[in-house]
């Protein structure tokens, strides 16, 4: 127990109360900043390695999300970011291939599968690492006839997926390529209107009030809890 948190327990602090808030807060900025130099650490060569262990397998990647939007806005990462997110299709990340991030220094922390609930259907959708402390979250693309569906799920406490979305993509173009600190990378078909449709048109522009949950995104396809959901796995230790 750290010296901040036992004074904060002295002085009677409850969940819910003045005191809990305020020490929840600073504890939740603490840990994002600390998450925030991580990125801007090993963000490059976390990349990098991911960039090898594609090219040893021959296989394609691409950014995604909030690293993609950081590439195309930024040429950088977001100034707020604090992960990382890729992307690639689903059969490419074997078994073999997720031993072969391991032996670059991935640690897998965690996985969503997706779970088809009328139907029963349930895949990985979603591999998440760590490197050298560093969030790295792997996105597959599931192959639907010529296009790809990219699934988001939404967690709450306890590790319950509230919301679920997903995105389709033509998966018969070629990827393209971005720069990140002048270092080329993977990237979707247009990452312009990729872009465009995961944070509206105006994505050059910071909007503070945008989000994801309740259909903020036009162009998603939302979830509700009996049509599609997702299932956290943690590692068997």
């Known amino acids: 127990m750290g010296i901040a948190h036992k004074i904060y327990t002295a002085l009677g602090g409850k969940e819910g109360s003045f005191l ?17 130099k991580l990125l801007r650490t090993y963000g490059v060569e976390a990349l990098q390695e991911f960039k090898s262990v594609c090219q040893e397998f021959g296989v394609g990647y691409w950014l995604e999300f909030g690293t993609l939007l950081g590439a195309v806005r930024h040429k950088s990462f977001i100034p707020h970011d ?13 078994e073999e291939f997720r031993e072969a991030l391991k032996a670059h220094g991935f640690v897998l922390d965690h996985s969503f599968d997706y779970v088809n609930v009328k139907t029963g259907e349930r895949r990985t959708s979603e591999y998440a690492f760590h490197y050298k402390g560093l969030a790295f979250d792997i996105f597959l693309g599931i192959r639907e006839g010529n296009f790809r569906k990219v699934y988001c799920y939404e967690v709450e406490k ?4 509230s919301s679920s979305r997903s995105y389709s993509f033509d998966c018969t173009t070629p990827l393209s390529t971005v720069t990140i600190n002048g ?14 449709w995961y944070y509206g ?11 994801s949950r309740n259909g ?20 068997e230790i």
């Open 201 to 211: 048109e105006n994505f050059m522009h910071p909007d503070p009030n945008w989000t």
């Open 183 to 196: 270092v080329e990378l993977g990237a979707p078909t247009d990452p312009v209107q990729t872009l465009s």
């Open 158 to 161: 306890g590790d319950v997926v």
């Open 20 to 36: 809990q808030k305020k020490w929840s807060a600073y504890c939740i900025n603490k840990d994002l900043k600390a998450k925030q």
């Open 82 to 94: 604090f992960d990382l997110d890729t992307g690639m299709m689903e059969a490419d990340c074997t």
């Open 216 to 235: 903020g995104n036009p162009k998603a396809t939302y979830y509700t809890t009996d049509e599609v959901t997702g299932v956290l796995v943690r590692p």
